[in-house]
């Protein structure tokens, strides 16, 4: 059974700094790639960043410079470090692994940023 499970969200106000982890179960984690999405109240799911079973990572445009895509293939965990936050980024933040036509998501974690 195919389980990733997500943690680390919670309140913080504007500036502040978060990390997001998302642990994973019953898939070979190291050739997966990995990706954290967020959807905020009332938009569609937006894609975030994402990086590749070699560790590529890719961002985006409004999160480069700010967030931080890693993966710790030892613990079968993806992470999302998320610095210098804004009210835009109030979000429910969802991993997933993807390999070829198959993809598997997280159960989402809250990310209010308000003072």
Known sequence: QVQ???SGGGLVQPGGSLRLSCAASGIMF???DMGWYRQAPGKQREWVAGIGG????NYADSVKGRFT???DNAKNTVYLQMNSLKS???AVYYCVGSL???AYWGQ???VPVSS
Do not use: K, M
């Open 69 to 71: 895509i890693s993966r």
């Open 88 to 90: 835009e980024d109030t």
């Open 54 to 57: 070699g560790g590529t990572t």
């Open 4 to 6: 990733l499970v997500g």
């Open 100 to 102: 070829g036509a198959n």
């Open 30 to 32: 190291s050739i997966y």
């Open 108 to 110: 989402g974690t809250q």
